[in-house]
């Protein structure tokens, strides 16, 4: 098979395979090298993201790590969730006797939402969010102007 070119699009195409840390590099040329511990397994996982990938898409937005109480509450607002928005999915899990409320009083009193929260990523976690979900959230939340 003849080497794919390798784009700015392709560690995060790694990262959401579950890809990153693992024994391996590559070229932009699309040469991958393997370290001693790569298993058959992973060759193939990688080779089945490269045939998917597109050197020509755009490397993604960097995923800001804080953002405004305003900015992350309106992106949860304009983010569906099953019947719902997230905001309000968020709201039900808050209320809810079950959660800790130290996460509450977080939810109701923080000026910024910070991408390495722990009432943040408990939260996401009862709401069944990927790390991908809740990184698309902050890049959304950082396009909000008031």
């Not at 590099?25 to 001693?36: A, E, I, L, R």
């Amino acid at each position: 098979m003849e080497n794919k070119k390798i784009g700015p699009r392709f560690p995060d195409e790694l990262k959401a395979a579950g890809l990153t840390g693992e024994p391996f590099s590559w070229s932009p040329d699309g040469d991958v090298f393997w370290g001693d511990e790569a298993t058959q397994e992973l060759k193939d996982a990688v080779m089945a993201v490269i045939a998917a990938h597109d050197s020509e898409a755009p490397a993604l937005p960097p995923v800001p790590q804080v953002v405004s109480r305003f900015q992350g509450r309106e992106a949860m607002w304009q983010t569906r969730h099953g019947d719902t928005t997230l905001f309000e999915a968020a709201e039900a899990v808050l209320a809810d006797p079950a959660t800790l409320a130290m996460y509450r009083r977080a939810w109701d009193d923080l000026q910024e939402f910070r991408r390495d929260s722990e009432m943040l990523a408990a939260v996401a976690g009862m709401l069944g969010l990927s790390s991908a979900q809740i990184d698309a959230l902050f890049v959304l939340a950082a396009s909000i102007q008031a």
